[in-house]
Structure formats: C-alpha cells, structure tokens
C-alpha cells in the first residue's frame, strides 16, 4: 500500500514544496524539519535542474542559486537519509526526467527506496511517455505520481484510473507562481477525477494565501504550496526555517477551518 496516502486520513493535507540546496542543504534540513514540526502533512522536495520549463521565476530562482551553491543528487540523497533518521512523513521529489536519466533511471529510483523517498513527480514527463520509468518504480515500491491539469480534458479519466500515491491537480494554466485568483473550474475537475479514482487528489500552482488553500483544500483532498515558501526562503536566508514554519502552520490551520 502506498504510504502516500496516509497523508491524508488525518483530514485535509498540507503539501510544502522546498527547492533542495536554496540557499544550502543545512537550511533546506531545518526548513523541512521546521515544516513537519508545524503540521505539514507529505512534503514534496525539488530537485534543482538548469531548465525548469514549468516553473515560474520565483522557483526558476531558487534552482539557479541551488545550483551555484553546488548541490547536487548526491548530496540531496544524503541530506534524505539525515532527514529519515527523525522523519516519517511521507516525502516526494518533484524533478525533471532529465536529471533521472543523467544519474540513471534504475539507479535513481533505486536509490529513492533505500533513502525513504516515497513518490517521484517528473512535470516534463508525458502521461504517455510514463512508461519509461514506470517499471522501475514499481520495481522499486515509489510512486510515480500524476499531473492533471485543465488541458487534460479528456484525458482525466484516463490519468485519474491509473494514477497512484496522489494526484497533482494543476489549478491553472502556465508555470508556477502565486495568482491574485485561480479562475479554472476546479468542482468539475475535481468531480471528473473522483468518478474514477479513489487515490486522493491535492491542488497545487498559484495558492499563496490561508484563504486560497482553504478554498482549494474544500474542493480536494489538500493544497500544495511551492512558489509563497520560496519567496519567504529568498527573503531571509538562511534563518528562513522560523518563518517557513509559521507560514505552513497559519496554511495547515486554515485548511483544517482553525482560523
């Protein structure tokens, strides 16, 4: 059984995106522990690659700075194993194909079930093209988890049956970032899903605010927040786990309706 999903049978889950090495993987470390410690429920760890063709400039930004501090897949696998020691949440890497095939697909994967790492979300990677790593993370008890976005259309009930771990529902269109509103009919979508899956689904892209995510959250199973924690992390360096920490408790509250 996937351990992804014990995220959410606590209620509504609270997903954090953190851009590994941004500004190093000692802050990346407390941030993580920092956001466990304030209720969030799976955390989802990015991978920083050269080319990050769905993110917004505000991750595009993190992944330059991660990468001119010199973190690597090696180093990130390590920092997992330092986390694993303390940590039982589900955790996630959300990267690009590429970096998993330039470190070798089996290796990779491999690698993600030795550490503790319990999903793989690779946003360049094609519904059907899945089958390239598929396999592997079968093979090796990680979840590869499936996008939906609002150009999916008739392509939802398919993604959605075979989807496993959880589904990432993109609330809009383009490239990460916080959006003053998210206009996209999230109900129906949401609803074309559920007719065909049981596996929980979080919205994710453009929610910044308490508000947003509980509005999110009311339609789906959880809200994941990338681009508003690395602003906070940009902002202040390498004393950014406090902040981090209060941001995902007054996130985590609303969405469990304690604001």
Do not use: W
């Amino acid at each position: 059984m996937s351990k992804i999903k014990s995220a959410f049978e606590k209620g509504k889950a609270f997903i954090p995106f953190i851009t590994c090495g941004d500004p190093d993987l000692e802050t990346t470390e407390k941030i993580v522990r920092a956001a466990v410690i304030n209720g969030a429920d799976l955390i989802e760890l990015g991978i920083p690659f050269s080319d990050p063709t769905a993110e917004g400039p505000v991750i595009q930004g993190a992944n330059i700075r991660a990468l001119a501090g010199g973190v690597t897949t090696d180093k990130i696998f390590e920092m997992v194993k330092r986390l694993r020691k303390d940590i039982s949440i589900p955790m996630v890497f959300m990267t690009y194909a590429n970096v998993v095939f330039s470190y070798g697909a089996e290796r990779f994967i491999g690698v993600c079930n030795e550490i503790g790492i319990d999903g793989l979300i690779l946003p360049d990677l094609p519904f059907e093209e899945k089958e390239e790593f598929l396999p592997l993370c079968h093979k090796y008890d990680v979840d590869l988890i499936s996008l939906i976005a609002p150009t999916s259309d008739n392509r939802i009930a398919m993604i959605a049956k075979e989807a496993e771990g959880f589904i990432y529902i993109v609330s809009s269109l383009g490239v990460t970032g916080t959006r003053k509103e998210i206009t996209t009919d999230l109900d129906a979508l949401v609803s074309k899903v559920r007719q065909n899956t049981n596996v929980p689904c979080a919205i994710g892209f453009g929610i910044s605010t308490p508000e947003q995510a509980a509005k999110m959250a009311a339609v789906s199973d959880g809200a994941i927040v990338g681009s508003a924690i690395i602003k906070i992390i940009e902002k202040h360096g390498k004393d950014a786990a406090k902040p981090v920490g209060e941001y995902i408790k007054s996130m985590k509250d609303a969405i469990r309706g304690k604001c």
